[in-house]
């Protein structure tokens, strides 16, 4: 059992920096999803642990020591990548077994491969070639062979990519109590935030090479590091407006589209600058009934889906916010004015020069 430690990782690929200062410690048994857009350095950095390149800076530490320039094959990590890259030419028994590389004598590597196959159901086809495999057999083959040596850290790059949409649900059910099993240091990346936030014990948001929040789920969705990470989590995403907040009978109040909405009690620290409000679609209340916190909006839309009905509305200053209500909530229909409303509690604040989170004081806490 061993942890695995960044420590100011940075790379550069000409005017491209994929990696620039990542900080991050993965503990044995844990599970640390890199979750980030499309080229923000998230397969690099799994490389640079892998060995198929070096970083320009920092140091990469398995069990405290250094890896860095060290042969792949060394490093004592086990790797399952988004395209399977199984072994054409071998059974799927085969393939599993290379994992253990020169480690094992034949007659070790057997009973190994039959355990680890039992655990992700695939000990039926394992005489089978790779194109006699459907792409969830694929999967859980290049899974059994990055597992099965126990290595002391385990990448795994989108492996549920190419699966389909019933069994990459199963698997983001099965894989934690999987890979736990193993206790080795887990670093998995995936573009879906959903898969993030069901697989990881702690999430580490990538953004232009730089890691923005390395946190919990809830912590992540409920109290985002900045405006980035908020628009990252959420579907519908998270719904902005421009504000300058202001202090008046103690509450800290701002005007969205001609409606004095409340933030919070002023007793803290006042944002004195220009802010990007931030309340997610679930937190909106939509009524009929006009009063002074109340904005003003017309149902643009109402599209409904399976788990909830969702709302396009166009506030009276014309910025468009969605909303998300129980499929059976009365709503309303395209073209109704109504009238949108969210506790102080629901409201984030973000700075707009920086980005970053303004805390408030009365804020919900994540857990
Ligand atoms: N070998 C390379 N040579 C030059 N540039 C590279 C190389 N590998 C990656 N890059 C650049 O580094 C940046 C990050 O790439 P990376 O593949 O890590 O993104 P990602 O977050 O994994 O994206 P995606 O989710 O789309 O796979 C991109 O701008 C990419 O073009």
């Given amino acids: ?95 599993i077994a290379s994992g253990l590389g020169a480690r094992a004598a034949a007659s070790d590597a057997a009973p190994r491969v039959e355990a680890i196959s039992r655990l992700l159901k695939i000990e039926h086809v394992l005489g089978h070639a790779p194109r006699e495999l459907s792409n969830g057999q694929k999967q859980r083959t290049a899974l059994a062979r990055a597992l099965i040596g126990y290595p002391d850290v385990l990448l795994l790059d989108d492996p549920l990519r190419n699966v389909d949409a019933k069994l990459r649900y199963e698997m983001r059910l099965e894989l934690p109590n999987l890979l736990r099993r193993g206790a080795a240091a887990v670093l998995y990346v995936t573009q879906d935030y959903r898969e993030a936030m069901a697989i990881a014990d702690r999430i580490a948001v990538l953004v232009d090479g730089r890691l923005e929040q390395v946190a919990s789920a809830e912590q992540i969705y409920v109290t985002p590091a900045s405006v980035a990470v908020a628009r990252l989590f959420g579907d519908p995403s998270i719904n902005l407006a421009e504000v300058t907040p202001f202090a008046e009978h103690g509450t800290l109040s701002a005007m969205v589209s001609g409606a004095k909405v409340r933030l919070g009690s002023a007793d803290g620290h006042l944002p004195d600058c220009p802010c990007w409000l931030g309340v997610r679609p679930e937190d909106l209340v939509i009524s009929v009934s006009a009063s002074e916190d109340a904005i003003p909006a017309h149902i643009l839309a109402v599209t409904p889906m399976h788990e909830k009905a969702v709302l396009l509305l166009r506030l009276s200053d014309g910025t468009e916010w969605l909303t998300a209500l129980p499929p059976d909530a009365p709503h309303g229909a395209a073209n109704d004015a109504v009238f949108v409303r969210f506790a102080p509690e629901a409201a984030l604040l973000f700075d707009r020069a920086t980005g970053l989170r303004i805390g408030l004081s009365h804020r919900r806490q994540a857990a």
Wanted: proline share 6%.
């Fill in 1 to 95: 059992m061993a942890r695995l430690e960044l420590k100011s990782v940075g790379k550069s690929f000409g005017a491209a920096r994929p990696a620039d200062g990542v900080s991050l410690t993965v503990e044995p048994g844990e599970i640390v999803v890199v979750f980030g857009p499309s080229g923000s350095g998230k397969t690099v950095l799994l490389r640079m642990i892998a060995g198929m390149f070096e970083p320009d800076e920092g140091e990469i530490l398995v069990g405290g020591r250094s890896i860095v320039g060290a042969a792949p094959e060394r490093r004592g990590i086990g790797m399952a990548f988004q395209n399977f890259a199984l072994f054409p030419h071998m059974t799927a028994r085969d393939n």
